[in-house]
């Protein structure tokens, strides 16, 4: 994860975004709720306290609040815009969190590393804090200033997600918009994942060209390679007509993927390892129209599969149709019959033959 650039990207939008209200002030309640952007913090509702004390987050405060002091600030003209845009790096940090695992419990000793944003150079070095969550899983920085603020999780022995166990945050927005932050009763609760018993897994990454005329493509899994009609557990067929457009408007195109002797079902689960044992369907297709408001040309599917022999699957499947037309393919298959672990472990990874 570049964390460094995904907040130096943030930081330069939250900017924008100031120039655009300073430019159309008249437009102002508008733009804040239509424009700003908008932050996950989960709540943590088991430490939500009753006690007295405002402890609504991210509502409009014109007295207090960070954003309506730059922007009165800015109101005063060029040299006041430009104060703005300086002490909008210098908007104060207080982030609050805990740490838990899939099933609720605080975890201690996880590390925290903050990136904060504190200068609009898109060349400079971000400086970064690094701390451990206490036997309650809560961790906090106080006392820092900058523009935003990222903030991953992880730990040894645990799984960390894009979505559960990192945030961003615009300091500078605080208070102008619908944009949660944490507080000390309700800190933004990260979620790791404990890992569990790796299996002896093949790994393969594939990319395979299809025809678009409909001619199949047949892939043997545990071999990883392209092979004659009736020798695979993937069957792959795509239809294009591509040749009617140009670059940019699209075309249709259709997409079959038959898994051959046994069946497929979607994985919601990013971190879900175990595979089902019913529930399978044979065949997956989509059909793009070109008067589809939705219209692209990538199917994209995470799947299970259940293969001949009983043997399980986990893979992501992305077929780009048109132009170059190909599949491209990332498995973990456990040739061991019946066997639906498919949580990874690289020391006992099995090469594919």
Request: charged share 20%; hydrophobic share 35%.
């Amino acid at each position: 994860m570049n964390s460094k650039r995904t907040l130096k990207i943030i930081g330069g939008l939250a900017v924008a975004l100031l120039f655009l209200y300073l430019f159309w002030p008249s437009k102002r309640e508008m733009e804040i709720k239509n424009t700003a952007p908008q932050s996950s913090v989960p709540e943590d509702h088991s430490t939500a306290s009753s006690g007295s004390g405002d402890q609504t987050v991210g509502k409009p405060n014109s007295q207090t609040s960070q954003y309506f002091k730059l922007v009165a600030l800015a109101n005063e003209g060029v040299e006041g815009k430009k104060k703005a845009i300086k002490q909008a790096y210098a908007s104060p940090i207080e982030f609050w969190g805990k740490v838990v695992d899939q099933d609720g419990n605080p975890i201690e000793g996880a590390q925290i590393k903050f990136t904060i944003n504190n200068t609009p150079d898109p060349y400079g070095n971000l400086p970064t804090e690094i701390v451990l969550s206490d036997a309650n899983g809560l961790f906090s920085l106080t006392g820092k200033n900058g523009l935003g603020l990222s903030v991953w999780v992880s730990k040894e022995g645990y799984y960390s997600t894009s979505n559960q166990s990192s945030i961003s945050l615009n300091y500078s927005l605080k208070g102008g918009v619908d944009q949660p932050f944490p507080t000390q009763d309700h800190p933004s609760v990260f979620v790791l994942k404990k890992k569990g018993q790796g299996a002896a897994l093949i790994h393969k990454k594939l990319k395979v060209p299809i025809p678009k005329n409909g001619t199949s493509v047949e892939i043997n899994l545990a071999q990883g390679k392209v092979v004659a009609a009736g020798q695979g557990d993937l069957k792959i067929e795509s239809w294009v007509n591509d040749d009617v457009k140009d670059r940019i408007h699209p075309y249709p195109w259709k997409c079959q993927v038959t898994i051959l002797g046994g069946g497929w079902q979607l994985k919601t689960e990013g971190l879900d390892f175990a595979a089902p044992a019913d529930g399978y369907q044979a065949q997956d297709q989509v059909e793009m129209t070109v008067d589809n408001s939705h219209w692209s040309r990538d199917m994209v599917r995470q799947y299970f599969l259940h293969l001949n022999g009983d043997r399980y699957v986990r893979m992501r499947f992305w077929m780009i149709n048109g132009g170059n037309n190909f599949v491209d393919l990332d498995y973990y298959l456990n040739p061991q019959s019946g066997d639906r672990n498919l949580e990874f472990d690289a020391a006992k990874e099995i090469k594919a033959k």
